[in-house]
């Protein structure tokens, strides 16, 4: 690609085609992005000032440390937050080949990875709903925090705000990237992009899907592993 | 016509997928196990943010791979990836700038306010009395 750009440096501004060589739509999505991970961005970095501004803090392996079915006191931290990454990892994928078979156009292929990819993201948001559900019957909410610091001492409410705000916002982009998913799924099987002749809209709400598995990534550092 | 230039201009194919997803899947184990190592460590020891810093770094090779590959940045034109990227760096002063501040506003606080400094170094009240206000707050909330 690169080969090409710099053998024609002055005709790539000089009108007539796009210099970006994507469709509008696709630029777009690409500012959108932009903007959405300077959003989540903030409130990570909001969230490491807070935490660099406090004395001590819970550690994150004894807040998760629970999983569905197991009993009270179960001891298993990272567990259960490893599968949610793993199956947002797999439906990334999934989502990479029903763009791929879009360019083939291959609408079975389609309509297969689709289902994969929504399955993926359910799966992630009924994790999701079991963690936040355990958390609360625990006794942490927004403004309550029933974890005490790693050394013993009282903590503040800052952990548990930030834990529910941001993997809030987080799981509604998931709900959102679902939804989309589902839409797309009913274009495809309805023969919308059969009869445009080009699955561009899949590679559009695949950007926006891997978008969400890309700030799980930051999330699941920050919250988890850190 | 744009459509299928557009439609043209793909690398990789799914061999470039696997690939990918090979690296993520063990990138994550990776992660994970430095995670797991990192339980029994003590809190603030230099090794403890050592390994940490580690997982910062393995965080963001994913995240190059999940932008590059699956989001396909890397086989765009290079304006594009110039115009993703470079507003991005603008992170790199965020992280920097406001991670100072809060730690300076913590040295401020222990420095100046000694009394929140003794607050915030008292052992926490045991969890059984803790556990048994919350109950009382459960009761009255469903009142």
Redesign the interface.
Known sequence: ??TT?TAVPEK?WSGGK??????YG??MM?YFL?SD?FTF?AFL??Y?????????WP?P?EVFKSYPFAGENSHA??VFV?IM??IL?IS??T???AV?AG?QMNKNKVVINLILTILGGAAFLSCQAWEWTHLFHE?AWWGRN?F????????TTGFTNFFFTITGFHGFHVFSGVIINIVMLIMTLTDKFEKR??Y?MI?KA??YW??V??VW??VF?CF??? | MEHTAVAEHHGGGTKEVIKVTIILSVLTVIELALGFAMMGMEQGSSLKLAIKGTIVILMLAKAFYIVGYFMHLKHEVKNLIMTIVVPLLLFVWFITAFLFEGNSFKHLKNTYDPYKKELSTKKAEKKEETKEIKTEEKKKAVE
């Open positions: 690609m690169s750009t790539l796009s210099p970006f060589k994507v469709e696709k630029l690409w932009m991970a961005g970095i909001a490491g000032t807070t935490r660099f501004a406090t004395n001590g550690n392996n931290p990272l490893s990454t793993f990892i990334s994928v989502m990479v080949l791929q360019q006794g029933p005490m610091n790693a050394d013993g001492t009282q903590s002749g080009h561009l590679e695949g950007l891997h978008f598995d890309l990534v930051f550092t988890y592993l850190i």
